[in-house]
């Protein structure tokens, strides 16, 4: 969707951290959302953040979100061959949040 | 306990063919939803179900789309006059209550194949 951006495609090492970025354009966003996307299958959810945090970490996965710039990040650390997806931010729009506008998806491929 | 299921999970058909879509969602969520996933795309939103009753159907491309959620579970995507360019992953969730905050669940989706 055009109001959520990402970028294409992001490679990494086993081991290292991943870092996969977002902007969007709805400032009135109480939540956020990253899903991800294995080969044939459909969306896992992975993790969300609440509009009035700045950070939310969850065992290997970090999300920073700058309000004022409208920028959401991913931080994968210590990133897995399992890691290997495609990853998408949704910011949901509508009454109560109910239509997920999602971005083109960020390709993570971790080379061992 | 078991998430969204859909049927089926591959359907090719040809061009001028109607075809329905199945959604299953977890058992106790009011809420359901239909997105659409064109190759190399984010998902797009169709329509979503608070209940029976479709409470936005702001996203269906034209008037030969169309769902239905007749007991306020089980959904049926369908589409009429099926056209190449509907060939796409159809992509289900469902949701706890349409209310801020509450996640929503997807299922595996349903590749459609338009010939």
């Known amino acids: 969707g055009e109001d959520v951006e990402q970028s294409l495609f992001l490679s990494v090492r086993e081991g290292d951290s991943s870092v996969i970025n977002c902007t969007y354009t709805?400032?009135?966003?109480?939540?956020l959302y990253w899903y991800k996307q294995e080969p044939g299958a459909g969306l896992q959810l992975l993790t969300y953040?609440?509009?009035?945090?700045d950070m939310k970490q969850d065992q290997r996965l970090t999300v920073l979100l700058n309000k004022k710039d409208k920028h959401l990040s991913l931080r994968i650390a210590d990133t897995q061959t399992g890691d290997s997806a495609i990853y998408f931010c949704?910011?949901?729009?509508?009454?109560?949040?109910?239509?997920?506008?999602f971005g083109g998806g960020t390709r993570v491929l971790v080379k061992p | 306990g078991a998430g969204v299921s859909q049927t089926p999970s591959n359907k090719v058909t040809e061009k001028g063919k109607y075809v329905e879509l199945r959604c299953d969602p977890i058992s106790g969520h009011t809420a359901l939803y239909w997105y659409r996933q064109s190759l190399g795309q984010g998902p797009e939103f169709l329509i979503y179900?608070?209940?029976?009753?479709?409470?936005?159907d702001s996203g269906l491309p034209n008037d030969r789309f169309f769902a239905v959620r007749p007991e306020g579970s089980v959904s049926t995507l369908k589409i009429q006059r099926t056209e190449r360019g509907d060939s796409a992953v159809y992509l289900c969730?469902?949701?706890?209550?349409?209310?801020?905050?509450?996640?929503?669940?997807f299922g595996p989706g349903t590749r459609l194949t338009v010939l």
């Open positions: 179900f608070q209940g029976t009753g479709a409470a936005d």
């Open positions: 953040i609440f509009s009035n945090m």
């Open positions: 969730a469902s949701r706890l209550d349409a209310q801020e905050g509450t996640p929503q669940f």
């Open positions: 949704a910011d949901p729009k509508g009454a109560a949040g109910n239509k997920l506008t």
């Open positions: 709805d400032s009135s966003s109480t939540y």
